[in-house]
Nanobody
Framework: QVQLRESGGGLVQAGGSLRLSCAAS????????VAWFRQAPGKEREFVAA????????YYVDFVKGRFTISRDNAKNTVYLQMNSLKSEDTAVYYC?????????????????WGQGTQVTVSS
């Protein structure tokens, strides 16, 4: 059983930066691919980025490429999402999720473990 806990959200002006953290406990962290999803009010949850268990490969949705960077520190059981050049449309609750088996890593139903989410609000 893996527990995930996000932190680092907050209020930031457009053009600013935030770094989200996803701390894991329980289980063997290095067995899991970890992803970030987000959900804006009135919208469906959407994939943002993912990183493989070793950290050797990363994946991004097109609208964050070049602005967001996902990374992990397996010694600290933590995955990060560095978000730069934030836009008002990035406002959402951000969730981290983990899975050790997947066919399509962009589908949220592929993930077994989820954090509680952290709010990111970007003011224009």
């Amino acid at each position: 059983q893996v527990q995930l806990r996000e932190s680092g959200g907050g209020l930031v002006q457009a053009g600013g930066s935030l770094r989200l953290s996803c701390a894991a406990s329980g289980g063997t962290f290095t067995d899991y691919l970890v992803a970030w999803f987000r959900q804006a009010p009135g919208k469906e949850r959407e994939f943002v980025a993912a990183i493989t268990s070793s950290g050797s490969r990363t994946y991004y949705v097109d609208f964050v490429k070049g602005r967001f960077t996902i990374s992990r520190d397996n010694a600290k059981n933590t995955v990060y999402l560095q978000m730069n050049s934030l836009k008002s449309e990035d406002t959402a609750v951000y969730y981290c999720a983990a899975t050790n088996f997947y066919r399509d890593l962009k589908r949220d139903n592929e993930y077994k473990y989820w954090g509680q989410g952290t709010q990111v609000t970007v003011s224009s």
